[in-house]
């Protein structure tokens, strides 16, 4: 069964570094997300991209949030600057079509910012 | 400030007891609304959708939406061991067509 793919598992970043986040989602899916969770708390919506575009995104995603479809598998989250708060797991998701469909979830990145 | 609000638990039922799941919303626009399950440590697994008043009932699991009352809530019958884990409530408000809102998520422990 095809499925949302992430990379790393894990990330251990030093505050200031930019990281950045890979997912593979589900080959015929147009819909991404990106996500994320502080442990502990619940699961926040940054940002979703549809045709090469952020279609929506959420007051968390600010300029130091970026995203990209490099090529036409990928779907990356980039943090430019990283700040202790950003230490979270960061999940990827991705529908066939609107959210009226299953989003698709990838197992998370842990993000540890020391 | 939109929210979706859920106990946060945990909520114990006995192995093969109905475990009875509630969430409530803030925004009156929400049309669709998800549950998800979520093992410790995990990604979450969409469970049900709903955007229509009433009953929609799936194997093991019911939702039930009541707009004007602006609650979802989630009916699992028989109960098992393996469906302890925290069940999160979500919503895709009025301001936006992918923006999902998640509750805290209520932690379920069913008792073998």
């Known amino acids: 069964e095809p499925e949302v793919t992430q990379t790393p598992s894990h990330q251990v970043t030093q505050m200031g570094q930019e990281v950045i986040l890979r997912c593979v989602p589900i080959s015929n899916h147009l819909y991404f997300y990106w996500y994320r969770q502080i442990l502990g708390q619940k699961v926040e919506f940054l940002v979703s991209f549809y045709n090469n575009e952020i279609s929506e995104k959420s007051e968390i995603f600010d300029d130091q949030f970026s995203v990209e479809r490099p090529d036409g598998s990928n779907f990356t989250l980039k943090i430019r600057s990283t700040k202790l708060e950003d230490s979270a797991m960061y999940f990827c998701?991705?529908?066939?079509?609107?959210?009226?469909?299953?989003?698709?979830f990838g197992p998370g990145t842990r993000l540890t910012v020391l | 400030q939109k929210e979706v609000e859920q106990n946060s638990g945990p909520l114990s039922v006995p192995e093969g007891a109905i475990a009875s799941l509630n969430c409530t919303y803030s925004d009156r626009g929400s049309q669709s609304f998800f549950w998800y399950r979520q093992y410790s440590g995990k990604s979450p697994e969409l469970i049900m959708s709903?955007?229509?008043?009433g009953d929609k009932e799936d194997g093991r699991f019911t939702a039930q939406l009541n707009k004007a009352s602006q609650y979802v809530s989630l009916l699992i019958r028989d109960s098992q061991p393996s469906d302890s884990a925290t069940y999160l409530c979500?919503?895709?408000?009025?301001?936006?067509?992918?923006?999902?809102?998640f509750g805290t998520g209520t932690k379920l422990q069913v008792i073998p």
């Open positions: 979500a919503a895709i408000g009025s301001g936006g067509y992918q923006k999902v809102t």
């Open positions: 998701a991705s529908s066939v079509s609107s959210t009226r469909d299953t989003q698709y």
């Open positions: 709903i955007y229509s008043n």
